[in-house]
């Protein structure tokens, strides 16, 4: 806990002392107090001079985190022009009093028009709420009950964030919600009175009613009550008015001062009862929309609240209550209002929301921010409010507030284009028309966002959304929607890219122990078993493996994804697919999307009689249907294709109706429940798919399904060259047979004979060696492990609109055995497309340093890996550091800007060429930032850099992680590329893998294809990065090759019976160009022209051979006789044999034999105390004309060099150590392998 004093010399403040001397101003303990009575982890503690009065307007000079701010204040009054208090005295008659004049402002800090001020001038001091113009929120709150010395006007400052959550909740949860004596639920309001730009405000009138409890806990004074409840209304009329466009205003404050009030109950359901008696009873004359008890008391358990759900005008249940006072923290105070209030408003909790704030069950208990609404309440209250009538209308709000954008969903495929009005749901608390201040151009995954000027309603403005052709899944991009008055808000779009006809979930139940059903699909969508079974106690053998038994009561499993992260919402097409043995029917479902809401459900569930089932829809058309299913295992498949609902049970059609759905957004997908009732009975291979599967697809998933999800996607562009190929297998499958190539047709027609087939195996990833900008071609069939379940027969009870597909059924069950899969594409990218990223763990510290200096760094990680773009994870671990390095190679030629961020030190440096030693540090992070926040610190941004276009270098990060939060990425800007993290299409790693066989081998040595050439074959080298061969010609005076792709190489224009030897080298196409050992040299000859037999020499055999084919010879004109046309035009004639004569006396000099072993060691072989300074050395052998020398401490030595002398100086070597040598010969016919020989050195000599 920090507690900040400074001294202000100021005529506004008062004068403090210095933090040095902090114990002169409060004592630890008092400092702790604090802390625990406001329930916050940092503060400041601050002496304001304020007025005496209560003035039409102040300022206030205030000094936090070593910034100087002032406030304006102005009177701000949240009375009705009738509005009248009440107090109840002693004999519990109630009379009207003269209202004390108000104390509520509102407000700006100076200078910043995009902030505001809720504010109250207390008794006791100045009670504010500020929100800065980027929506971090200071509470400001007096300080009066603490003797802590110092100034009678000490305050207590404190951020939002350093709220502690307590384990206070809502009691709202245990009510009988009224809906029905009011109409319409939330979700089934009209919304034909949506309000419009002109007259945007809607006016809610509120009364409140004080227990005694609550009168005594404000000094028993009514103007003191009657301030602390406005003070807290003004707090949470800023954020009504803000976020759902509603303000308040104060009709009536009734007071109770004496024990006579009719409120006696601790329980805040009945408590909230015996306010409703009253009021329903006692107080139909005041003028209210809803009323509201503050009370005093300490209610039972840790209940502090409680309100009736969707009652704003309805007079009868419009009630809530706050036991206020349960905590001095303002904020909190305030936000518990605010929560019961929203229940009025139609807002449930949001618990599970990820953005879930106000409405969170416990306060403060799930994100810890209580200073706003939740996009699911928000669009609660807006509904609800819409369809009151009670309500007035407003030219907007009484001081300037900014726009509030709130966040816009979309689902799209990955080939389509989104056009998004994404001011239609965004609107402005003082009525202001909205426009499109700014956008972010490129999206987080790499798409691309433009203006589309005039295209939407009334010609404002709509954004534009094309995404990456290269990836896929949530995505997301900001805008800022300005009001014309400097006010504006951002706000963000999150679109799901979802791939056309693709798994979206599966479950296959298979875990033997935890409470996680994994999500196969890879899409991550995990559940979490809920209730009182685990896979340890309810894992039962199913289908295809296991299964998980529900006990009907509570069992089921939250997946905590919603149809947007499915692609679902809307009328989308889907299928959900399950195996389930029903023990009972009780109403429980397999499964649900959405409970209760109008046309927004998607579930399937059982009735309470046997064997019927519903499909549940909830206010489109439900569709009842009978099939026989107790007690045994059934296949339904739920399909909706967008205009008709069919369920196939056991691959039969029993359900075939026209409907048309309205999947909400937010409806979250749970297996074995529906609304509060659970499924009985047993549930497996549990599948979601986001397109309607037509029958012959139901009965492959009946057998098993096939291998689906393919990674890289199907017609992917810019797939880095390493990629690996990977699928989600089918559920009963446990082998695969991969096809992999370069044509369409010659994989799709592919047999286990075929090139293209790759092998059978039980892996389901595949590891391709793949060249650049190259298409591939792929398919994976479906090994059955046990042949496939046989269709079962018509049950002897089906009813419903369906009619049974024989022929089809027929023709599916016919379809056993292996299941072939489909073709996928993918074009690999110019570049390797991906970054190399190295983790070192268990490094503490936060500066790079202490990732530099470590002993394991730079050549043992902990971890290597690939990623796709240059970001790492985000809270990824603690205690860590990271390297992140590869190359990057620019589009175009121009100057180019570089970023870093991250959490904690980093720095970013680039090459100016391949060689990371000319790496300059261009960018670092002194400390931390939050995600991709690019602007905290100056040196975040590099220089100017002019890059060219198509070379290459060397960049890399390097980042240090701490504890806490953790954070790494680079983003950059050049010409035709807006500011992003840098994505894989200009990205290569860093490659240190070499290609294989290391050595390199022969396939084919080099052998004579003529007088002239000579022609070998290596072996193919395999790397992940491609490879290409260096044949070099080591003996006689021939051609090298060069780097090339082939491993065939042909050398020509080569001397007649010639002896030449060659090596192959190969290398890896990265950066790096890792580069194999040689090969063996290998020697061959070019033949002597007219040798025909051959043996060296041209002789009378020879001349006897080539007359054959001389014109009138037994063989002329032979198709074979190209080998006796000797001077290459076309036939064999005279010319051919003045060749042959010419060669008749050459003979030619046979090459020498390999070279004898090396002999004669000295030292002797074994030989012990050898001097360490003396030289080695050894006989030749027989023909070697230069000699390979090994030496080392461990067998069989290091290569030393080569050498033609027969003596080597090791150096001084070390006392009492063994050493290994070995010699080997070399000459032009090769090598030969010498014995390794060993000695050991003497001891260390005695001194003189």
Known sequence: MRILAITITLSLFASFPLFAEESEIVSAEAAELIGQELQIKDFSLRALTLPGSLPDHFVVLIEYEGVLQILRLQRYSLRAPDYRVRIQQADGKIMGIAPPVPRTYRGFIEGKPDSEVAASLLPAGLTASIVRGDKSIWHIQPLPEWNIGGSDQMHVIYRQEDVIAGDWMCGSDTLVHPNDLYGLAADEMSTDNIVTQANCIKVCEIAFDADVEFYQKNSSSVPDTIADIESIVNAMDLIYAEETLITYTITDTLVRTAEADPYSATGSGDLLDEFRSEWNSNQTNIQRDIAHLMTGKNLDGNIIGVAWLSVICGSSYGYGLSESRYTSNFSNRVALTAHEVGHNWSAGHCNGDSDCSIMCSGLGGCSGNVSGFGSRAISKIISHRDSRTCLTSGPGYGSPVPPKANLDNAVIGNNEVLVIDVLANDYDGNCDILVINGFQTVSNIGGTVVRSIGTGPGGRDELSYTPPSYDFGEDSFTYTAGDGTGLQATGTVKVNVKLPNTLQGYWRLDEVSGTTASDSSGNGFDGTLEGTFTFDTASVLGQFGGALNFNGIDDHIETGKTAFNFGLIGNAARTVTAWVYTLSFNDGGIYEMGRRSNGQEFSLRTKTVDNQWRVQYWGTGDIDFTYTSKDRWVHFAHVHDGTTTKIYADGQLVVNQARTLNTAEDKTFKIGMWDD??????????????????????????????????????????????????????????????????????????????????????????????????????????????????????????????????????????????????????????????????????????????????????????IREEINRFEGPTNWSDNYGTRIHGFLTPPVTGIYIFWIASDDYSELWLSSDTNPANAIRRAYVPGWTDPRQWYDFPAQQSSAILLTADQTYYIKALH?????????????????????????????????????????????????????????IATPALDRSGVEYYFTCTLGGGNDSGWQDSSTYVDTDLEPNTIYRYIVTARDKSHNHNTTVPSQGSLARTVLSGDFEPDGDVDFFDYARFVLYLPGGSAAGAESNSEFDLDDDNDVDLQDLAILFSNWPDTVEQPPPVPGQAGNPNPPNGAPSVEITSDLSWTAGAGATSHDVYFGTSSPGTFRGNQSGTIFDPGTMAYLTTYYWRIDEINSSGKRTGIVWSFRSGPIPPPP
């Open 677 to 862: 009732d659970y499924f009985d009975g047993l549930i497996d291979d549990v599948r979601v798919y986001n397109y309607a599967l037509d029958l012959s697809e139901i009965y492959e998933v009946i057998a098993g399904g096939w291998a689906d999800n393919p990674h890289p996607f199907d017609s992917e562009d810019n797939v880095p060259q390493r990629a690996l190929l990977n699928w989600v297998p089918g559920a009963a499958l446990v082998d695969h047979d991969v096809y992999f190539g370069t044509s369409r047709d010659a994989v799709a027609n592919a047999t286990t004979a075929s090139a293209q087939y790759k092998g059978r195996q039980d892996e389901t990833f595949y590891v391709p060696y793949m060249d650049r900008d190259t298409v591939y071609f792929w398919r994976i069939d479906e090994v059955p492990n046990v042949p496939p379940p046989p269709p079962p027969p018509p049950p002897p009870l089906m009813s419903g609109e369906g009619v049974l597909e024989s022929e089809q059924v027929a023709e599916a069950a016919s379809a056993a055995g292996i299941i072939t899969g489909s073709v996928w594409s993918f074009t690999t990218g110019k570049n390797m497309g991906a970054i190399t990223r190295e983790v070192w763990t268990g490094i503490g510290g936060n500066l790079v340093s202490n990732l530099t200096s470590h002993p394991l760094y730079p050549d043992s990680p902990t």
């Open 960 to 1016: 240090k992680e701490g504890s806490g939060d953790d954070n790494i990425a680079v983003a950059w800007q050049g010409p035709g590329i807006p500011q992003q993290v840098i994505s894989r299409l200009y990205l290569s790693p860093y490659d240190t893998d070499f290609p294989t066989p290391d050595p390199m081998s022969w396939v084919t040595p080099p052998y004579s294809t003529s007088s002239t050439s000579i022609s070998m």
